[in-house]
């Protein structure tokens, strides 16, 4: 069955970029699903970053749009994400997930990676 | 955006007693309504979607209800494994939002 495991930097410092990506196995990144990003700071709750179908649209959360950047690369069966300008409440577990569907109406996140912990901090 | 509240926050039971979760969404989302249990240090696991449809090999002691903006999880003889904290979260439009989260607590 498919598979996501995040990899990338486990500290980042202040005013930088946050580079994750998420590896797809036991399926494709090209197939017919949102493969989306969300993280999870210290104690609290889920935050839905994004997310990119494999023809490279995208749509992200509002609150962090302007720093935010989602990109498929079909050929590693890989999707990324990108968060600059990083700051203290950037830290979070962040975690990648596929969206699928049921009957191509009702999404839901059936397939998640099992995190990773990026801390901001200099 | 669509803002997800769930009641109550946190609540204490005993194994074998029936659990009820509630989530109000800010406005209608139909049956765009999907629940996630998360245990401490593990990423959350698909439930429930489409508000009542049970995820493949999820026990039948789950189950959800409700439509419109007012839905209902319920466990029905609460198993020491599910302790955990549940979170609500509509798919009715982006930015997909969750609810702050339950946690079931042993009593």
């Known amino acids: 069955q498919v598979q996501l495991q995040e990899s990338g930097p486990g500290l980042v410092k202040p005013s930088e970029t946050l580079s994750l990506t998420c590896t797809v196995s036991?399926?494709?990144?090209?197939?017919?699903?949102?493969w989306s990003w969300l993280r999870q700071p210290p104690g609290k709750g889920l935050e839905w970053i994004g997310y990119?179908?494999?023809?490279?649209?995208?749509n992200y959360n509002p609150s962090l749009k302007s720093r935010v950047t989602i990109s498929v690369d079909t050929s590693k069966n890989q999707f990324s994400l990108k968060l600059s300008s990083v700051t203290a409440a950037d830290t979070a577990v962040y975690y990648c997930?596929?969206?699928?569907?049921?009957?191509?109406?009702?999404?839901?996140?059936?397939?998640w990676g099992k995190g990773t912990t990026v801390t901001v901090s200099s | 955006d669509i803002q997800m509240t769930q009641s109550p926050s946190s609540l204490s039971a005993s194994v074998g007693d029936r659990v009820t979760i509630t989530c109000r969404a800010s406005?209608?989302?139909?049956?765009?309504l999907n629940w996630y249990q998360q245990k401490p240090g593990k990423a959350p696991k698909l439930l429930i979607y489409v508000a009542s449809s049970l995820q493949s090999g999820v026990p039948s002691r789950f189950s959800g209800s409700g439509s419109g903006t007012d839905f209902t999880l319920t466990i029905s003889s609460l198993q020491p494994e599910d302790f955990a904290t549940y979170y609500c979260q509509q798919s009715y439009s982006t930015p997909r939002t969750f609810g702050q989260g339950t946690k079931v607590e042993i009593k």
């Open positions: 997930a596929r969206e699928g569907s049921y009957g191509s109406y009702y999404y839901f996140m059936d397939v």
């Open positions: 036991g399926g494709s990144v090209s197939s017919s699903s949102y």
């Open positions: 990119i179908y494999y023809s490279g649209s995208t």
């Open positions: 406005q209608s989302i139909t049956s765009y």
